[in-house]
């Protein structure tokens, strides 16, 4: 990739919990880059550390329990955001950077009117009045497309649907336009039909303001309508990242081929089963030595337990980490989808 | 709306009259009567007499009836103890006294409680927090009694600070007379600030883990913002669940205490009275205490509605 103005460069993060059964390394030295204006999709199974990547960039990884190991480099516009004091990240959190939260009915505070919850970013961030940030808050309903707003404002969060709650947490996410946007898997919770809704409002705001975009997810088919890149994580390391056209068309790894063969698909035979990855991810408690999917490949080898592989590069970005891709390894093919191509 | 304060007012009227049979029947039951201390050295004419004078004389139905039908009056009769004695005139001397030492300990000890309960959550797994907590439990495991002597030795007895016993009363009665106060105030008060710093401590570990919490610190607000604005008002909940118990205990718990300082008190009158078996004393202060109570139920649920929107009393949009 050519030399381009990165919003956001992360190098090497590491982050563990301190639990009572031990130390959990949920990130295990996870970089990337963002371009400004990109999207960027991080793609996972369940415990894979993909929101806890979020919560660092977001700087909402708690002391004592949760810590961010010394080497690691969050790069906000080239400065390092694990080094800023307490002012700096008033002014990077909710201002700089925001982030919308899968589950919109417990990110919202029950007991607080919905349009103030809106005005706080304001008040702290644009340093607007009451009276601005108000009829603020009510231009930002009604930019998420929430009908009504000037009735919706002074409701709570319980009077909203789960869509209307999502789209309240993209107003307050959007509310001081910020340059960076994490999407948390800000769809799961809901229906299909409102999910399409919801990724065409942060798309529209995307394109709008120029923010660039993490959008955390498992669901391919999210990653598909909004990214340009995507990164496959698994068990706390990214293990193939590229354009998207590529991951798709070309996937390397033995991982994402079981990702996209898990995907439920319209053009299936007929009562032909749907595919599931075999086996649980390792243990974070004591990772594994060599490559985390070792167990569940049906492609692994003896190095494979022993080493992790390296990242073999095929251009335009696309990089994965497997030994398969090593000169002496058995030359190997993703297997063919059943029911025909993607 | 209307139909909700209807309901509730009848409920009220039942709890009453249950409360106020059940205590009638219990002091029935009880062997012995209120008078026979009295009665015992006189002559047969004169106990027929005081016996007929009270209308202990009359069968147990027929007094449950007339009591009943006295009290829906608001007359609950004279004691059988102290002659002249009536719980109209026990309220008026002594229950402001009960309420002013109440209030005091808990208007101090839930303040006090609930700070040192913010300061535990915040602080948690400090040396602050430890303190707090084997504080709490220190004070709560301390009996009235045992403190009330103690803090009465070290600072009447030994330091003079403050006076022994007494109480404000005459004008002094509501905003006066502060130093004598002190002491029953505090040993009071302990009991409030250990079970309130511990409730509050509690419940905003478990609010502070609440992902909105999160969404306010992705906000960029200030750390005090987020506590006075998300964490506060979402904790408040279930300390509100306890406040109506403690208001009411605040008027009738200061038994040992208002006997330790001899205080006048209607605590300490009110046990007594239940030795004695002064059955019209009893059933006058249980009734008027049970409304206390059922009064400041309500309006908590009231209370409820303001703090959290997502109760509704029932009958409203």
Redesign the interface.
Known sequence: MSEKNYILEVKNLRVSYHTYAGEVKAVRGVSFELATGDALAIVGESGCGKSVTAKSI?G?IKA?QGEIKEDSEILYNGENILNYDKKQ???????EC??V?Q?AL???????RVGKQIM??LM??KHMTKQEAAAEAVEMLRLVGIPEPEKRVKQ?P?QFSGGMRQRV?IA?AFACDPKLLICDEPTTALDVTIQGQILDIIKDLQKKNNTSVIMITHDLGVVANVAKEIAVMYSGMIVERGLCEDIFYHPRHPYTWALIQSVPRLDLKNKQELSSIPGTPPDLLNPPVGCPFCTRCQYCMEICKEEMPERTDFGNGHTAACWLHHPMAPKVAMPELKGGAV | MAKYLIRRFVELVVTIFLIATATFFLLEAVPGDPLSERADKLPVQSREALYARYGLDKPVMERYLLTMGRMCKGDFGESFVYAGQTVGGLVRDRLPVSARLGLQQMILGVSVGLLLGILAAMKRGTIADYMVVGFSVLLISIPHLIFGLMLQKIFAGTLHWFPTIGWPAGKDLWFGGWEATVLPTLTGCFSYIAMYARLLKTSMLDVINQDYVLTAESKGLSKGTIIRKHILRNSFIPVMTQLPMSVGMCITGSFFIESIYSIPGIGQYYVTAVNNQDLSIVLGETVLLSILYVVILFLTDILYVAVDPRIALPGSK
């Open positions: 977001m909402l004592p990240w008033q002014a990077y959190k909710g201002g925001a982030i939260f589950d417990a990110s919202l505070n029950p007991t607080m706080e970013n702290v961030h709570y319980h947490m307050i």
